[in-house]
């Protein structure tokens, strides 16, 4: 087990990728954050939090569970629902950005725009992920990275937030020397 | 959990989990989300052998709001009246790929002996067997209390249940009473002493025969449809005397508790057991439970059939 990222370079990370969000979407007016639980629900929070600070106004943060659109549900036993929430009620014409801790396959947000385009229609959708660890399945990519982590398909990579966890920090588990 | 038989099945955990996955169901449908492709491909058949109109449609509406295939099958018009079994009904839904059974029956097991003998694979749900049970009736009533006096949220600790009248024939009386208690509600039975079932001691809820007695401490009056064609013999003298001691009236409803509400599980005899002014009144939550009805019969759906199923964990090796 090794540690990548510790609390104050995810809440770097996590600033930088609030501006990055800003100057492409030209400000924060019609934006909506949305974080797929669990984690990346506190990070979209934290990114919203941090926006609402860079542009002195107040921007909400939403959260969109995907359960009921994933692909591997035949696979597994069932699902505990995880909350939706949009503020606003609406997705109709926003800039979507969803938010989610680690990126792999590319399989929770194919879901997610699943997800999205039964809730309405946004003008674009955006990804922000804290962690790209590579080996996509699907031809999808990350508009705004925390960090790239080149990884072995054997480890598994871990986000701890303060919020469920008890402390903030990325780790790495499984990797050989 | 693989079928839906018995409340006594669950646990409080398990019950707890379907409400919140219903609760969750149910903010999303009143949203812009009306269908889930969560089923597709799925087949779901309501095996209906007796009459029904809200638990049926409420069935179907739940499945198709979740994408899966519905199959209506009523024992009238079937081979059923030409004296087919239930053992060879179950073979043929078997054999045309049900991966889900809804079953009604006017005899007590009959989910049990559907989902027992190994006449097929799928998932048995109870939609209501004799006088023994009517699982989704009572978490639906229990989601619908819960959202009332809990704000939709944990278990039931605090609440007091009066099950009012035809408690004898009522299968949906006794999936209640075990899942209020599960839950922590107290639960007391108010009907004449011809409708308490013998061996009520052993429930564990309290029983009463004056309705105006308990009528001040109720938070939640359930009223039970009596239930005339399965009373063959005499339980009360007229129906006159019968809504003079247990009906509830607006007299009564003037003695409840500000918050109380009033639910009844349906079809209602109007002017028997309940009068038209208490049905309609602002405390009748009784259209609601209809709502709800669906979006916990979606949570059950889901839960059972939204995974893999055993059969197909059972083919990949992994444990549940």
Avoid: C
């Avoid at chain 2, 409400?19 to 095996?47: H, I, Q, W, Y």
């Avoid at chain 2, 209501?128 to 978490?139: I, V």
């Avoid at chain 2, 009068?275 to 009805?293: M, P």
């Amino acid at each position: 087990m090794s540690v990548i990222l510790n609390g104050g370079e995810i809440s770097r990370a996590l600033r930088r990728i609030s501006h990055e969000i800003l100057e492409k979407n030209h400000g924060s007016e019609n934006l909506l954050l949305l974080g797929i639980p669990t984690r990346g629900a506190y990070l979209s929070r934290r990114i919203a939090s941090a926006i609402s600070e860079i542009e002195k106004t107040e921007l909400e943060s939403g959260t969109l569970d995907i359960t009921m659109y994933r692909d591997d549900l035949r696979l597994k036993a069932p699902r505990t629902l995880l909350p939706t929430s949009i503020p606003g009620g609406s997705i109709d014409g926003k800039d979507v950005v969803l938010i989610d801790d680690v990126f792999y396959s590319g399989r929770t947000i194919r879901a997610a725009l699943d997800a999205l385009n039964e809730l309405g229609r946004p003008k674009s959708v955006q990804l922000a992920v804290l962690i790209d660890r590579g080996h996509r399945e699907l031809p999808i990519r990350a508009d705004f990275v925390g960090k790239n982590i080149p990884t072995a398909k054997e480890e598994s990579v871990r986000v701890h937030l303060s919020e469920i966890d008890p402390l903030d920090e990325v780790i790495i588990e499984g990797r050989t020397q | 959990m693989k079928h839906l038989l018995s409340i006594s099945d669950l646990s409080k955990d398990e019950a707890i989990e379907i409400l919140d996955t219903a609760a969750e169901l149910a903010r999303l449908s009143e949203g812009a989300v009306k269908k889930f492709p969560t089923l597709r491909g799925r087949t779901v058949v309501n095996l209906f052998f007796e009459d029904s109109t809200r638990t049926r449609i409420s069935f179907e509406a739940a499945a198709k709001r979740l994408s899966a295939d519905v199959i209506n099958f009523a024992a009238k018009g079937s081979s059923v009246s030409k004296g087919e079994s239930l053992k060879d009904t179950a073979l043929t839904l078997q054999a045309m790929g049900a991966d889900a059974v809804v079953i009604r029956h006017g005899a007590s097991g009959a989910a049990h002996q559907l989902a027992r003998q190994g006449w097929m694979k799928g998932v048995v749900i109870n939609a209501g067997d004799g006088t023994h049970e009517h699982p989704t009736q009572a978490l639906l009533d229990a989601f619908t209390i819960r959202r009332h006096l809990k704000s939709n949220q944990g278990d039931l600790r605090g609440v007091k249940v009066g099950i009012i009248g035809d408690i004898l024939h009522s299968r949906v009386a006794r999936s209640n009473i075990l899942l209020l208690k599960k839950l922590g509600a107290e639960v007391v039975l108010i009907a004449p002493p011809t409708l308490i079932p013998v061996g009520v001691s052993d429930w564990q809820v309290g029983v009463s025969y004056s309705l105006d007695d308990q009528i001040k401490s109720l938070d939640v009056v359930m009223s039970l449809r009596v239930q005339k064609e399965r009373m063959n013999d005499l339980y009360f003298a007229t129906e006159r005397e019968y809504a003079r001691g247990y009906g509830l009236n607006s007299e009564r409803m003037r003695q409840m508790k500000d918050k109380a509400i009033v639910m009844h599980p349906g079809p209602m005899n109007r002017g028997l057991e309940i009068s038209a002014e208490s049905a309609d009144s602002h405390r009748s939550v009784i259209v609601e439970q209809v709502a709800n009805g669906v979006s916990v019969r979606m949570a059950v759906l889901y839960l059972l059939l939204g995974g893999a199923t055993f059969k197909e964990l059972a083919n990949s090796g992994e444990s549940l």
